[in-house]
């Protein structure tokens, strides 16, 4: 009686053994196919056969159990792994807002810029439950590869098949290793590895780009302490007694006037200002430059145009402002100009203003609106425009102004949305709240990528219609207007690779023919074969085109 009770247990006990060794397997597997890209989460992911997987379990094979030795290789898989599969979560967020890889040399910040955009977008316990439920999910799969590889060092073999794993391993570790190098491209494998060592590669490229990126940053910090326009004068003299506006529209890029869900209606907004703005009498050029980024991170863009240097990041950023390197705002105070900057995006502190050349500062707090904020943004664009009016231009001074401005109703989450006013109404702003306080929150209309979209389509239309409207309102003392979009918006919004963004310079005839040997396009449409340049390249032309002087 007693061996037949005993039977079923013995059967069933090798039974949920090797259960839990496939569970185990599978966790692995899991984790080393995991995607780094959102193009990439498809089900046929579920299928890719990971090259490291038979490496991990023979080298859990090969070790002795429940020994130091066991445990330390078991920690160091599971912090590689995990360390592995964070830098492939982050890739993934990256992507999403960004369009481009993480880069852990540089990008540790945007955590930091996530959370104030989510907080300001969803509201701040929704945000924390999120951050929280990520959290928990980093522990959970983190005790998950810890029990994982505890199940398959706990077997014990013999020692010839602990020897035989050790080899088939290092076998195992060489092919996922040649198949790396034959993806990245180093050499050619003569057949087609049956796998992919994505894992693998991810932690390569990710080691190979940090070394990069410190070269890089080296590099950046020279060039940033030559400057051709350093010694040379005067600038900026051709303008005359004009003022120069440099007015940046928040995620206007490319897709706005190629993509057919937006370029309908953003076209017809600006073939309907061309054709007023030429008849006050007003001139028109149009072309595209190259952003250093998408998504977000406005201020890399506003740096790299008034530097000339190439700003993808914030450690380039703050390299450029511990630099010499001068501004265009540095070079126009220079030249007799005063300066202001009007940032209504702007509600912390902000001390690095200090070594951008600006006389004036006027964040959200100095700018007087009294009205509800619409969600992230602090301030429609009409009420941006009106003030840097009332407090920079039209200040008694004899000196004419250089201002650079930022216009945030174009940033997500792009609800709502003001309608255009009359100029004359807009006061202290208070006039806006029925606007501020209508429609679906951001957290219903972002279920909703169709409806996304169209608010961005809504959002961009409302900042084109404020600004030419501003440049035809003040045609009778009419600036040199320098209007550009700051970068393309995310990726599921722009639906498109490119990093370009529309450029135009608005202003009297005689100074906007200044600029016809750049090749850009006559009116406010640039033409999709106009001259792209890089962003940084803006200052020394802008400089060289309105410089007696330049080098």
């Keep these: ?57 023979a080298l859990l094979i090969a070790v002795p159990a429940d020994t130091r030795v066991a445990r330390g290789v078991r920690l160091a898989l599971v912090a590689v792994l995990m360390a592995i599969a964070l830098h492939k979560l982050a890739d993934f967020g990256t992507y999403v807002a960004y369009n481009r890889r993480f ?50 060092a706990a077997l014990t073999p013999s020692r010839r098949v602990r020897a ?35 894992t693998a590669r991810v932690a390569w490229e990710r080691v190979t780009r940090a070394v990069d990126t410190l070269a890089e940053l080296r590099d950046f910090a020279a060039a940033a302490r030559r400057d051709p326009f350093a010694d040379a004068g005067p600038l900026l003299d051709r303008v005359g007694d004009r003022d120069i506006l440099l007015l940046f529209i928040e995620s206007y890029g490319r897709s706005s006037l190629e993509n057919p869900l937006y370029a309908p209606t953003h076209r017809q907004t600006l073939a309907t200002a061309e054709r007023e703005l030429r008849e006050a009498g007003l001139a028109m050029r149009s072309g595209w430059l190259t952003a250093p980024m998408s998504g977000g991170q406005s201020w890399l ?15 380039r950023y703050r390299a450029m402002l511990a630099s010499p390197r001068r501004t265009l705002a540095h070079v126009a105070a220079e030249s007799g100009y005063r300066t202001a900057v009007v940032m209504p995006a702007i509600t912390l502190d902000w001390p690095e203003v200090e070594r951008m050349g600006f006389e004036t500062v006027l964040p959200a707090t100095e700018l007087g609106y009294l009205g ?3 969600n992230w943004v602090t301030m429609p664009d009409q009420y ?46 208070r006039i806006f709240d029925a606007w501020a306080t209508s429609g679906d929150p951001p957290a219903v209309v972002w279920r909703d990528r169709d409806r996304v979209r169209d608010q961005y389509r809504q959002a961009i239309d409302y900042s084109l219609q404020a600004v030419t409207s501003y440049a035809l309102r003040q045609a009778d003392r009419a600036a040199l207007m320098v209007v550009l979009g700051d970068h393309q918006p995310a990726g599921f919004v722009a639906q498109s690779d490119s990093l370009d963004v529309p450029i135009h310079v608005i202003g009297p005839p005689d100074l906007v023919e200044r600029v016809d040997d750049w090749g850009w396009t006559p009116g406010l449409i640039p033409a999709a074969d106009a001259p792209v340049w890089r962003m940084d390249a803006f200052r020394d032309r802008f400089l060289a085109a309105f410089s007696s002087a330049a080098p």
């Design 164 to 198: 035989g794993a050790a080899v088939f391993g290092l076998t195992a570790t060489l092919f996922a290793a040649a198949e790396v190098g034959h993806v990245a491209r180093h050499w050619r494998l003569p057949f087609d590895p049956p796998g992919t060592a994505f």
């Design 1 to 57: 009686m007693a061996l037949a009770s005993t039977q079923p247990e013995l059967t069933a006990r090798p039974a949920r053994n090797a259960g839990a060794l496939a569970l185990a397997a599978l966790t692995l597997h899991l984790v080393l196919i995991q995607p780094n890209h959102p193009a990439a989460m498809t089900w046929q992911a579920l299928f890719l056969f990971p090259l490291e997987l038979p490496a991990i379990l």
């Design 372 to 374: 509800q904020p619409f």
């Design 384 to 429: 941006t425009l009106t003030m840097l009016d009332r407090l920079v231009r039209n200040v008694p001074d004899p000196r004419p102004v250089f201002a650079q401005a930022a216009l945030i109703s174009s940033h997500a989450p792009w609800v709502p949305i003001p309608p255009m006013i009359p100029w004359d109404d807009v006061g202290d702003g």
């Design 103 to 152: 880069n852990i040399i540089v990008d540790l910040h945007l955590a930091e810029a996530g959370w104030r955009l989510a907080s300001g977008a969803v509201g701040t316990l929704r945000a924390a439950v999120a951050v929280a439920a990520l959290l928990a999910m980093i522990l959970l799969a983190t005790a998950a590869l810890w029990w994982s590889t505890g199940r398959w």
């Design 301 to 315: 863009a506003h740096a790299t145009v008034g530097s000339g240097l190439w700003i993808s990041d914030q450690t």
